[in-house]
């Protein structure tokens, strides 16, 4: 058993866990994930890492509620465990001095940006983060960011904090100084993602992105998360999460992610049901 | 010649029926599909055995079942001893009598099959194998303990034997596994209504009280690897991680959604009980019409699950005809009886979409068989102009696997075929790097149970003579 053995609320339905998985924490490296479940009753749920400690042997996931699973996990407080824990799972992002780079977060994207942007500045990086959420009150993990970079800008899609837009605005105010920036790293919903590399394709300025397709094994033995990069199939599991972001399909990447609408919904009514009925 | 007349008695006497749930009944549910022999049919049957002073039966089972003895057990209504003559070679019992190719083995090979109809081996071992499971009483004396320790990778049945067989030795074992439970294929592949998952885990519980220790949610190459599990202690590792790569046709439309790996499509099903949905919380779904690629055991199971899950019409679309399918010949007649429609000559060339990246058709090729080819078997030749739409929601790709490159990858050193599989001595099973051997899919392709059993326990005895030597 894994057990959360610390829960801190970050905005409504984001929660952030830290997990005793000592073995996990002590190869884990920034871009990886885990795959979690929570009972025997339970999907494979993957949850990019946000941050670890070696030392304590914990693993920080930030989880958002989003339907069925992730509103169990979400729920979930210290003491409570995961049957099964299991990573760290997928390719490390290639971490070294580039120079000047900008680390793009959206919405949840900030956590798995968070691990990125503190080794891309250990490594030497002027570190230039941007960070995006839909207002003040839903911008998450602004004091870790502010740890982990060389400078933050703020974007929020109704102007309560910093430039009022998207990250591709705040991506442009950077740009707009100066910076000679050699490398982007963006992660946020799949639509900011494409928004970026739309972006930076003219700029000609490369731009990893983290995929996060529909998931069962994360070993590579499904092919459920396969994605369409550079005109080739690849299993983000495995073959990722990161990939060249101007070589991504992501209208295919978009529709995948509705495979199970139908069934999802089913599963999230029942939750409702539940909840109202007051049993399990 | 009493003896003669006997066995001319014998030849006549037909072989005992598996009695099955009606075709339109399990159709629909994920119960077992046969339900095994009554303990006076199991007698009946093994009274047919001629207990050949030569049993060329044998011959044929890869890992070289006591065959005779067993059925003389069974004969004599001694089922608990029957049981117990099993295990001396075959540690999974239970599981080869349900799924092994028997009709390619051991009962191709039984002398009454020359003449008549072979005894129904595999049917008697799941009956005899299936009663030592009820009773629970499992025959372990703990060794003494050599010492050693070995690390095995993959909890599939080359896995697992490799680890009963080790721990027989005396060695300490750990098996690390990749997914939530031990298993493999077993528990990820084959259907419940074919293999229920109950027997698996027994078969597994009984490893656990030899002492063997498994670890699931070990993804080797990532957490560890091959080296470090050597230079922490293990004295020898065991690679037997299968053959879990699923292959795609490379035709248009294969992302689309509708579209999966017969791996995702039964994973769904049977690792993560989809079935029960919303019960269990993950998801699986098919649409009115399905179609299967491929004519395989894997093809054979997608598709009857399909049907199973609701599906009104279920293909099996396949290049080359019946003779040339290559699934076990049982499972094909339980699918036709199910329902399941084959289009042979058939050849899928791309996958239509709608608007939102749904499955909406798909468009297929006709073939006719032309000379033999270098396998000899009849090559199939596409008919020109023939192509044809059919309307479907669903489609499985079940053309086959290859071996998953987490561990060989991760792993300097280590000697692999063109495929990508590992080559290993054919006596020993040790590969290339010293200590280390493998067995099973990794090391053949994608094969049979009995196979990866097999190789299991000859590793076993390779890596208790190396250990021996150190
Ligand atoms: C590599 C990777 C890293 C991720 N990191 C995080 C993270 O750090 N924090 C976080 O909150 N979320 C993360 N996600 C997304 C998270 O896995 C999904 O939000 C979650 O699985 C939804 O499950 P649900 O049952 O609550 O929602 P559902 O109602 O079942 O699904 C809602 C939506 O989530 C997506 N989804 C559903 N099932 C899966 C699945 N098995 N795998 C992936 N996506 C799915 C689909 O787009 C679906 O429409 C990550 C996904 C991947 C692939
Ligand atoms: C759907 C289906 C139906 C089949 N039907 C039949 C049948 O009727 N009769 C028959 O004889 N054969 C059948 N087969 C074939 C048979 O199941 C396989 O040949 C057999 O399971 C191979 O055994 P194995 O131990 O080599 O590998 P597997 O059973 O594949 O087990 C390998 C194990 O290793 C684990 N693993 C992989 N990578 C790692 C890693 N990096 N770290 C840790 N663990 C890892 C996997 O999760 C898996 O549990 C079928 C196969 C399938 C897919
Ligand atoms: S293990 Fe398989 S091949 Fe061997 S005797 Fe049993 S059924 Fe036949
Ligand atoms: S060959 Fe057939 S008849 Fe002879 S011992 Fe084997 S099973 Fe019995
Ligand atoms: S999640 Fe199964 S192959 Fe990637
Ligand atoms: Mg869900």
Same mark, same amino acid.
């Given at each position: 058993m894994y057990h959360v053995v610390k829960k801190r609320l970050l905005a409504t339905g984001i929660a952030l866990l830290d997990v005793n998985a000592p073995a996990v924490a002590a190869k884990v490296e920034p871009g990886q994930f885990v795959i979690v479940r929570v009972d025997e009753q339970s999907e494979r749920i993957p949850l990019t890492v946000m941050d670890f400690d070696r030392e304590k042997g914990t693993i920080t996931i930030v989880v958002q509620d989003v339907g069925y699973s992730s509103a169990i996990i979400t729920g979930m407080n210290e003491g409570d465990a995961f049957q099964d824990f299991v990573g760290p799972l997928g390719v490390e992002s290639e971490i070294e001095n580039y120079g000047t780079v900008v680390c793009i977060g959206g919405g949840l994207g900030i956590a798995p940006i968070h691990p990125i942007a503190r080794a891309l500045k250990d490594a030497g990086n002027h570190v230039i983060s941007v960070l995006g959420a839909r207002s003040a009150d839903l911008l998450i993990l602004e004091d870790e960011m502010a740890a982990a970079s060389s400078e933050v800008v703020i974007a929020t899609n109704d102007g309560s904090k910093g430039v009022k837009g998207f990250v591709t605005d705040g991506l442009a105010e950077v740009l707009a100084q100066g910076h000679q920036v050699k490398a982007i790293w963006a992660i946020g919903p799949m639509i900011m993602m494409k928004a970026v590399v739309d972006y930076t394709r003219s700029l000609g300025i490369k731009t990893i992105v983290s995929m996060n397709p529909i998931m069962v094994d994360g070993t590579g033995m499904c092919g459920a998360c396969r994605i369409s990069v550079g005109n080739e199939t690849k299993f983000a599991c495995v073959d990722g999460p990161e990939f060249d972001g101007h070589l991504v399909d992501f209208d295919l990447a978009m529709k995948r992610l509705a495979f199970y609408k139908d069934e999802e919904n089913r599963a999230k009514a029942r939750l409702e049901c539940n909840h109202e009925g007051g049993h399990h | 010649?009493? &003896?003669?007349?006997?066995?001319?008695?014998?030849?006549?006497?037909?072989? =005992?029926?598996?009695?099955? $749930? !009606?075709?339109?009944?399990?159709?629909?549910?994920?119960?077992?599909?046969?339900?095994?022999?009554?303990? !006076?049919?199991?007698?009946?049957?093994?009274?047919? /055995?001629?207990? *050949?002073?030569?049993?060329? *039966?044998?011959? @044929? /089972?890869?890992?070289?079942?006591?065959?005779?003895?067993?059925?003389?057990?069974?004969?004599?209504?001694?089922?608990? !001893?029957?049981?117990?003559?099993?295990?001396?070679?075959?540690?999974?019992?239970?599981? *080869? @009598?349900?799924? /092994?190719?028997?009709?390619?083995?051991?009962?191709?090979?039984?002398?009454?099959?020359?003449?008549?109809?072979?005894?129904?081996?595999?049917? +008697?071992?799941?009956?005899?194998?299936?009663?030592?499971?009820?009773?629970?009483?499992?025959?372990?004396?703990?060794?003494?303990?050599?010492?050693?320790?070995?690390?095995?990778? @993959?909890?599939?049945?080359?896995?697992?034997?490799?680890?009963?067989?080790?721990?027989?030795?005396? =060695?300490?074992?750990?098996?690390?596994?990749?997914? =939530?439970?031990?298993?493999?294929?077993?528990?990820?592949?084959?259907?419940q209504f074919r293999l229920p998952? !109950?027997?698996?885990?027994? &078969?597994?519980?009984? +490893?656990?009280?030899?002492?063997?220790?498994?670890?699931?949610? $070990?993804?080797?190459g990532k957490i560890t690897s091959v080296d470090e599990l050597m230079e922490n202690g293990y004295d020898a590792v065991f690679i037997g991680t299968g053959a879990g790569l699923p292959y795609f046709m490379d035709i248009p439309g294969e992302n689309l959604n509708g579209v999966y790996s017969a791996n995702e499509f039964l994973t769904r099903t049977n690792l993560m009980k989809g079935y029960k949905f919303p019960d269990y919380a993950t998801p699986v779904k098919v649409g009115k019409n399905v179609a299967v690629l491929g004519a395989g055991n894997v093809a054979m199971d997608s598709a009857r699950t399909a049907l199973r899950l609701g599906a009104e019409n279920v293909y099996i679309i396949y290049r080359r005809s019946r003779d040339e399918m290559p699934a076990r010949k049982e499972e094909l007649e339980h699918a036709e009886e199910e329902g399941i429609q084959f289009r042979l000559l058939t050849n899928p060339v791309a996958i239509e979409g709608d608007e939102r990246g749904w499955v909406k058709s798909l468009t297929c090729l006709r073939y006719e068989l032309g000379e033999p080819d270098a396998s000899g078997r009849r090559a199939p030749i596409a008919i020109k102009g023939s192509e044809f739409d059919i309307p479907m929601d669903t489609v499985?790709?079940?053309?086959? $696997?290859?071996?998953?490159?987490?561990?060989?990858?991760?792993?300097?050193? +280590?000697?692999?075929?063109?495929?990508g599989n590992i080559v290993a001595d054919p006596e020993t099973l040790m590969t290339s790097k010293p200590g280390v051997f493998a067995g099973g899919d990794i090391v053949t392709g994608a094969a049979t149970v009995i196979l990866a059993m097999g190789a299991g326990k000859k590793a076993a005895a390779g890596i208790d003579q190396y250990l021996k030597g150190k």
């Open positions: - | 010649m009493a &003896e003669n007349i006997e066995s001319t008695k014998k030849v006549k006497i037909p072989r =005992h029926e598996m009695p099955c $749930q !009606e075709p339109e009944v399990r159709a629909r549910n994920f119960e077992e599909v046969a339900l095994g022999y009554t303990e !006076e049919t199991a007698i009946e049957e093994a009274k047919r /055995c001629l207990q *050949c002073k030569k049993p060329k *039966c044998v011959t @044929g /089972c890869p890992v070289e079942v006591l065959i005779p003895e067993f059925i003389k057990k069974v004969a004599e209504g001694d089922f608990q !001893e029957a049981g117990n003559v099993l295990k001396i070679k075959n540690s999974l019992p239970a599981v *080869c @009598g349900r799924v /092994c190719p028997q009709e390619n083995q051991c009962e191709s090979k039984c002398i009454l099959g020359i003449k008549g109809e072979s005894v129904a081996i595999g049917r +008697l071992e799941r009956f005899a194998a299936d009663f030592g499971m009820k009773t629970g009483k499992s025959v372990f004396e703990k060794p003494a303990l050599s010492g050693k320790r070995v690390a095995i990778i @993959g909890a599939g049945p080359a896995g697992l034997a490799c680890a009963g067989d080790l721990a027989k030795a005396g =060695h300490a074992v750990t098996v690390l596994e990749a997914l =939530h439970v031990a298993g493999g294929v077993l528990m990820y592949g084959i259907p998952k !109950e027997i698996v885990q027994t &078969e597994i519980e009984n +490893l656990k009280t030899m002492g063997v220790e498994i670890l699931t949610n $070990q993804v080797v499985v790709v079940a053309i086959g $696997q290859g071996p998953n490159p987490l561990v060989t990858t991760s792993t300097p050193g +280590l000697e692999l075929n063109k495929r």
